[in-house]
């Protein structure tokens, strides 16, 4: 292959390590402001998102290119037509975490301490998506080894099976204190929509991750 066509696969692989990478700041950065009840830094990190949006765009126009100017190879093919996906998934993460930090704002501004508790015991699901971005990055930047891509994969189906679990718990605990308090169900169910909005963002970490197996190693896309 031409080695233009080397350098322009590269690059767009270097484009989505570095978005998810952004996201992956974001969300470090939006937890560290959800452990301090900052709602201020809240909005800087949606600041930061929408400074994301036109980056998927702008991968996507470079795949379009390299298919007009190379006409890839059916495994490249396989590759640039993962990178696709990969884009839309980070897009639906990036209004993921956006929808759910602007939710959040508006509980911790409320300022309510029974709720506050809940939403610190639900941080937990935050840290697994963070280990999954680790993860998601790490199997980008090894991309020539089959192996470690699969455990890779593997440790992020772990920790959205983890987060299944934690979600389950905290409901759990919600109908619990709405029985104990006689607190408004609305308020508790409101909170439990916002974590499970929280939960698609490591269920897009995990279909990028079969995403980077199919273009390793073939199979169902």
């Known amino acids: 292959m031409l080695p233009q066509y080397h350098d322009a696969r590269h690059k767009v692989r270097d484009k989505v390590i570095g978005l998810v990478k952004n996201l992956a700041e974001t969300n470090r950065f939006a937890l560290d402001a ?71 704002q508006g509980i911790l501004v409320e300022n309510h301490s029974d709720i506050n508790l809940l939403i610190d015991d639900s941080l937990r ?50 109908v619990q204190k709405m029985n104990d308090t006689g607190a408004s169900a ?9 974590f499970r909005k929280n939960l698609k963002i490591i269920d897009r970490l995990d279909s990028i991750a079969h995403r980077v197996i199919f273009a390793r190693m073939g199979g169902k896309l």
């Not at 609305?186 to 916002?194: D, S």
């Open 34 to 104: 959800m452990k301090s009840k900052d709602v201020k830094a809240l909005e800087d990190a949606r600041l930061g998102l929408k400074e994301m949006a036109s980056v998927t765009e702008q991968i996507d126009n470079d795949i379009v290119v390299i298919f007009a100017k190379f006409t890839p190879s059916a495994r490249d093919l396989r590759e640039m037509v993962s990178y696709l996906k990969i884009t839309s998934a980070l897009n639906r993460i990036r209004n993921n975490i956006n929808s759910y930090l602007k939710n959040m």
């Open 186 to 194: 609305e308020e508790y169910f409101n909170l439990l929509k916002y």
């Open 125 to 174: 699901i935050n840290k697994c998506t963070l280990d999954s971005f680790d993860y998601a990055i790490e199997m980008l930047n090894t991309f020539e080894d089959d192996d470690k891509i699969k455990k890779l994969a593997s440790k992020i189906s772990v920790e959205y099976s983890k987060t299944e679990d934690i979600y389950s718990l905290l409901e759990k605990d919600m």
